[in-house]
């Protein structure tokens, strides 16, 4: 699955497996073939996801949210 992480002042593409994203209303774990849909990410949060590789990985966000479809995650961030 492809994971663009989208800055103010970067951009980065990723292959990975899998993504937790933390919300308001809680966490969701993300997957190839998840359903679509946009996420309003809770500030001072962190994204976790697994690359390819196994390595697990975490970004902190503010200000962040984050488009699903079936193949890939776009997470847009303030930080």
């Not at 899998?18 to 001072?44: C, F, R």
């Amino acid at each position: 699955m492809n994971f663009a992480i989208i800055g103010p002042m970067s951009k980065k593409t990723l292959t990975i497996s899998w993504l937790e994203a933390v919300t308001e209303n809680g966490s969701y774990i993300i997957q190839p073939g998840h359903i679509p849909m946009i996420l309003t990410l809770k500030d001072n949060s962190n994204v976790t996801y697994c690359l390819n590789s196994g390595k697990i990985e975490t970004v902190e966000v503010l200000n962040s949210f984050i488009e699903i479809t079936r193949n890939s995650v776009t997470l847009l961030t303030g930080s």
